[in-house]
């Protein structure tokens, strides 16, 4: 047969974070010792009061379909959260649970993208983004921030690309992969922008207690001409490690919301009921556990960025939220070892792995060729170990290049 693949399928590529996992663990089965610093999730186990919800859940039978938009329950439960914390105002009508952020993301794009519509995307971004956007149909339209001014982004840049067709701004706030946290003036600006060119704001705050500065409000929560065209995307992924439960949730304009629950309605159906279960419990929390995982991943952020600034040829700009550190090596590019040349980051990704087992991501996945995206998802003990091994690596390097300052 010949297995013609739709248009779609075909443009769509593969994406580069879920490749790099498989590959990692298929060495590691075949008993290859990695570090490996480019997971997305917390190396905490999810909080054992979470947990207990979700064995209550099974054993009490709550193991059927839910209502698509998720059980009323989970969804009060979510505009408990957003009054508590962050003082916002929603029905459990206008939120919808989905399977993960991810798919409230590609859901909130659908419903309200049209073919060619632009969307207006921040750089360096998460790397599901571009894709996501054209399989809406619509053009993601590239807005760069400069390290330099730790990726803060330049609002009269972001108005300068404004056109037409623009439906959208897509916002992460904390950043992955950058760790920038945009301040409340620079949110206000762009939620002004938005309401001066009548557009979409999508705001994925996934990262929203991982932020080891001034707390910052989420984006709706600056004025309800801001609030009546957000779509908020959160989930439980990060901030209570729980990226298996695989639940999200977003928040917006009732319209929006309803078409969301109607997409999802033909894909997923309802996401997990035991996970929605559990998300109640985790949501109740007024942030003990949500407090310690992240006092310890500030504690692994200092200490990654003195290490990183004190490497020859490695910078990185100051990282404020995620768990993130994207750390320039556009200095090594040129050099040369023994099994080929580092000609971008890409390479040097590869020669870190093939040299010292230590796994980071690229940074042609976020828009960043210069870049490669470390993750402090890991302990003070293996971020040392890979710190070490790293050095080493890159002390090899230089004794075989001639090119380097
Ligand atoms: C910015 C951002 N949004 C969403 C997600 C996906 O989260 P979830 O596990 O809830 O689908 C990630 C995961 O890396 C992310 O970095």
């Known amino acids: 047969m010949n297995y013609q693949l739709s248009h779609r399928a075909r443009t769509l590529n593969p994406y580069i974070g879920a490749e790099l996992r498989d590959k990692v663990e298929a060495l590691r089965r075949s008993g290859r010792k990695l570090i490996a610093l480019n997971v997305g999730e917390p190396d905490f186990p999810t909080p054992i009061h979470i947990a207990y919800a979700g064995i209550e859940a099974i054993i009490k039978g709550v193991t059927k379909y839910t209502p698509v938009q998720g059980t009323h329950d989970v969804r009060q439960a979510v505009c408990d959260k957003l009054k508590r914390d962050n003082d916002l105002s929603y029905s459990p009508e206008e939120v919808v649970i989905t399977t993960g952020a991810k798919q409230a993301v590609a859901n909130a794009l659908l ?19 571009p894709e996501m956007i054209a399989y809406a149909g619509a053009v993601p339209v590239f807005v760069e921030t400069e390290p330099e001014q730790d990726f ?3 609002v009269e840049r972001l108005a300068s690309k404004i056109t037409s067709r623009t439906r959208a701004i897509l ?33 994925d705050e996934i990262y929203e207690y991982l932020n080891y ?11 309800e001409e801001i609030k009546a065209r957000t779509i908020t995307i959160n ?13 999200g949730y977003a928040c ?11 997409i999802q309605s033909y894909t997923t159906s309802n996401p997990s009921s035991i996970g929605q279960y559990a998300a109640i419990a985790a949501l109740k929390d007024e942030g003990d556990s949500v407090q310690e995982m992240t006092k310890s ?14 490497i020859r040829g490695l910078s990185c700009p100051n990282a404020r939220g995620a768990f993130y550190l994207m750390v320039d090596v556009s200095h090594y590019f040129g050099s040369v070892y023994e099994e080929g040349t580092i000609a971008d980051s890409k390479d040097f990704a590869e020669y870190l792995l093939h040299q010292v087992g230590v796994v980071v991501t690229p940074g042609d996945m976020f828009q960043a060729p210069q870049f490669i995206r470390l993750s402090y998802a890991t302990s003070l003990a293996q971020l040392q170990e890979a710190v070490a091994l790293i050095r080493a690596a890159l002390s090899l390097l230089k004794m075989r290049t001639e090119n380097l300052k």
């Open 171 to 203: 916002l992460t706030n904390p950043n992955n992969p950058t760790g920038t946290v945009l301040d409340q003036e620079t949110l206000y600006a762009i939620g002004m922008i938005a309401v001066r060119h009548d557009l979409y704001i999508i705001a």
């Open 213 to 223: 500065g001034e707390k910052v409000p989420l984006i709706a929560a600056l004025s």
């Open 111 to 129: 419903s309200i993208c049209n073919e060619g519509d632009e969307v207006l995307l921040p750089i360096p971004c998460w790397g599901s983004y």
């Open 252 to 262: 917006g304009p009732l319209p929006v919301i309803r078409a969301m629950t109607v």
């Open 297 to 310: 991943f500030d504690e692994r952020r200092q200490y990654l960025i003195r290490e990183i600034q004190s």
């Open 235 to 247: 989930g439980l992924s990060k901030a209570y490690a729980m990226t298996g439960w695989r639940i």
């Open 152 to 154: 803060q982004l330049n």
